[in-house]
């Protein structure tokens, strides 16, 4: 599954490291919005909305955003299928606390230390860039 983020977002990549660390099968795949491969997946999506919210690709190839991302995102990985089922079975409430989340990330990103945030850019860099994917 693709990952597409926002480079530019050092609460993105915290969260992003958290669900890799939670990744044990390695079936996330990092790419940045301002990419390629957001050029690929986002094309048709106007750039203002691109940056709004996170994207998933799944194998099939089709691409959810926001709420619904997290879900999908959220049930490839084991130990949080049964956050899945949760956000999955409340899907309005879960695309409205994902929103107000990605309006608000600047503000969440400021407890969080800046060597956290550091490391876990390296942790997004190395998965972006591991190879056999």
């Not at 490291?17 to 986002?42: F, H, N, T, Y």
């Not at 956050?83 to 309005?92: D, E, I, M």
Request: charged share 25%.
């Amino acid at each position: 599954m693709i990952v597409l983020w926002d480079r530019d977002c050092g609460f993105c990549a915290f969260m992003l490291s958290l669900m890799l660390r939670a990744d044990s099968k390695r079936v996330l795949r990092p790419a940045v919005i301002q990419g390629p491969e957001g050029e690929k997946w986002l094309a048709a999506m106007p750039a203002e909305q691109r940056l709004a919210t996170f994207h998933a690709v799944d194998a099939d190839g089709r691409l959810t955003s926001g709420g619904e991302a997290l879900t999908v995102l959220l049930r490839e990985l084991p130990a949080a299928r049964p956050l899945a089922a949760l956000t999955g079975a409340a899907p309005g409430v879960t695309d409205r606390a994902y929103t107000w989340v990605a309006a608000n990330r600047r503000l969440l990103s400021k407890p969080i230390p800046a060597a956290a945030k550091q490391r876990a850019r390296g942790l997004v860099a190395r998965r972006t860039r591991a190879p056999g994917r």
